[in-house]
């Protein structure tokens, strides 16, 4: 006969449990990997060091991030003079995958006699540089395409790993736009779920029974999901000052860290584009505002537009015509010469 359990031995009773859930996060960031394979070669070309979909993705992360890049992309094509090997359009399209990827790309495509006729920009996103010199492929969909050689010229931001392909200057602030983005889709979905633990509601009252409690809990249930945020009521006729409680464990920290990350977000990524608040259209904080957005623009085009034109002049010296020109930028109390 098997052996029972004394009657004295009862069970010891369950204490509070704790507990957390959610998927593990790495401590280490395995992106350092890419410093290793730098540009591997697949097939006829090389790949770029960092996903340019990714990038492609990224430009609509944050509204600083994607205004940042637009502004510089707006000045560079108004000041930009059209020539007939290349439009207003295709110069439009030639900067902005200059600042989003780092790498840009212009097709000589020449007439039957062998001269320049225009000047064509493929998708920097889906161009890539073959094992060849002056061998460039456009893959995309699973389909390549082999430009002729020599007709392609690649204006490349440097890259202190490898000489392929170029690099955008915002890398050092791509987290800052992801989390900028993650924290406006958490508080977005903080308000759409409504069943969030906005609360700990603690109930010490002696004088509440189970039914009481089960009553309240059904209460609290049909008050989350659509048309939550609505008014409970409780009636505890004997019970005592502080045997119900609201404990509030997420509301304000969250407003608190939510405003704090967006802020700290948007001052890493502005410093990374080094474009200015005024410029952006962000309404600043204090009385005094953020100064003369005219000093300001000047300042901006003479630091960071004009470097932006003098490197894209390269194209002339590579199909020997100037091709690309620039007109002088101009605030609104700035008046043309002559």
């Known amino acids: 006969m098997l052996d029972q359990p004394h009657p004295s031995a009862a069970a010891a009773p369950r204490g509070i449990e704790a507990f957390t859930f959610g998927e593990p996060t790495p401590v280490l960031d395995r992106r350092e990997l890419l410093d290793y394979i730098e540009c591997y070669r697949l097939g006829k070309w090389y790949e770029p060091p960092i996903s340019f979909d990714g990038l492609g993705k990224a430009l609509r992360a944050s509204p600083h991030h994607s205004s940042a890049i637009y502004v510089k992309r707006n000045i560079l094509?108004?000041?930009?003079?059209?020539?007939?090997?290349?439009?207003?359009?295709?110069?439009?399209?030639?900067?902005?995958?200059?600042?989003v990827f780092g790498n840009a790309y212009l097709e000589r495509q020449d007439n039957i006699g062998g001269r320049p006729l225009r000047l064509v920009a493929?998708?920097?996103?889906?161009?890539?540089?073959?094992?060849?010199?002056?061998q460039y492929f456009f893959v995309?969909?699973?389909?390549?395409?082999?430009?002729t050689p020599g007709r392609i010229f690649h204006l490349a931001e440097p890259d202190v790993?490898?000489?392929?392909?170029?690099?955008?200057?915002?890398?050092?602030?791509?987290?800052?736009?992801?989390?900028?983005?993650?924290?406006?889709?958490?508080?977005?979905?903080?308000?759409i779920n409504g069943s969030h633990a906005g609360y700990i509601l603690y109930v010490s009252d002696p004088a509440?029974?189970?039914?009481?409690?089960?009553?309240?809990?059904?209460?609290?249930?049909?008050?989350?999901g659509p048309g939550n945020f609505r008014n409970l009521f409780l009636y505890s006729p004997n019970g005592k000052k502080d045997g119900v409680q609201v404990i509030p464990i997420s509301e304000v920290a969250a407003k608190d860290e939510f405003l704090g990350i967006k802020?700290?977000?948007?001052?890493?990524?502005?410093?990374?584009?080094?474009?200015?608040?005024?410029?952006?259209?962000?309404?600043?904080?204090?009385?005094?505002?953020?100064?003369?957005?005219?000093?300001?623009?000047?300042?901006?085009?003479?630091?960071?537009?004009?470097?932006?034109?003098?490197?894209?002049?390269?194209?002339?010296?590579?199909?020997?015509?100037?091709?690309?020109?620039?007109?002088?930028?101009?605030?609104?109390?700035?008046?043309?010469?002559?």
């Open 161 to 191: 790993h490898q000489e392929i392909y170029g690099l955008p200057e915002y890398l050092s602030a791509l987290q800052s736009a992801l989390l900028n983005e993650s924290a406006t889709l958490f508080r977005r979905r903080y308000y």
């Open 122 to 134: 493929p998708l920097a996103k889906y161009t890539r540089r073959g094992l060849k010199p002056d």
């Open 208 to 224: 509440q029974d189970a039914t009481d409690i089960d009553g309240l809990r059904t209460a609290l249930r049909n008050a989350k």
């Open 263 to 338: 802020d700290a977000t948007r001052d890493d990524i502005l410093a990374a584009h080094r474009v200015p608040p005024q410029l952006l259209g962000i309404v600043p904080k204090n009385t005094g505002g953020f100064g003369n957005m005219e000093a300001a623009a000047r300042v901006f085009v003479r630091n960071e537009i004009n470097p932006l034109q003098s490197r894209m002049l390269e194209l002339n010296d590579w199909i020997g015509a100037e091709v690309i020109a620039f007109d002088p930028y101009l605030v609104p109390t700035d008046q043309p010469a002559g």
């Open 77 to 99: 094509a108004e000041t930009f003079r059209p020539h007939r090997m290349l439009s207003r359009a295709e110069f439009s399209r030639f900067s902005l995958d200059y600042l």
């Open 140 to 147: 995309h969909g699973g389909t390549e395409h082999e430009f």
